[in-house]
């Protein structure tokens, strides 16, 4: 699969500076869908990314069941130290820095192609 046929899901709860340099950082590398974090259901996506500068565990976790079991979501915040990561979720945490969101089309690929072999 080449990198823009990659289906992101860019999940927003509310608009903010990290939603907006992490879809900057994909944009025209992949293809791109936003999804509203309060949706019912939330589209077919290869990977779900969600950026936010306000973190609440709650929400991550409902997240996660909103997505298929076999997606990975990657969560962009500078509070990612605040979360537990669980190693039997597909949840992956990032810190919100500029070193992360300029190779984050790399970490994107290198997760999805990750899960490609487990799956």
């Given at each position: 699969?080449?990198?823009?046929?990659?289906?992101?899901?860019?999940?927003?709860?509310?608009?903010?500076?990290?939603?907006?340099?992490?879809?900057?950082?994909?944009?025209?590398?992949?293809?791109?869908?936003?999804?509203?974090?309060?949706?019912?259901?939330?589209?077919n996506c290869d990977i779900f990314l969600f950026a936010s500068n306000k973190l609440d565990k709650l929400l991550i976790t409902g997240l996660a069941k909103k997505i298929k079991k076999t997606t990975e979501l990657l969560v962009?915040?500078?509070?990612?130290?605040?979360?537990?990561?669980?190693?039997?979720?597909?949840?992956?945490?990032?810190?919100?820095?500029?070193?992360?969101?300029?190779?984050?089309?790399?970490?994107?690929?290198?997760?999805?192609?990750?899960?490609?072999?487990?799956?």
């Amino acid at each position: 699969m080449s990198d823009s046929k990659l289906k992101i899901g860019l999940i927003a709860d509310h608009p903010n500076i990290v939603f907006e340099d992490v879809q900057k950082s994909l944009q025209g590398k992949f293809t791109l869908q936003k999804v509203d974090a309060a949706s019912e259901e939330y589209p077919n996506c290869d990977i779900f990314l969600f950026a936010s500068n306000k973190l609440d565990k709650l929400l991550i976790t409902g997240l996660a069941k909103k997505i298929k079991k076999t997606t990975e979501l990657l969560v962009i915040s500078s509070h990612h130290k605040e979360m537990e990561v669980d190693p039997e979720t597909r949840i992956f945490y990032y810190p919100y820095q500029y070193d992360i969101i300029i190779n984050l089309p790399l970490i994107v690929k290198t997760v999805f192609s990750a899960s490609q072999v487990k799956a």
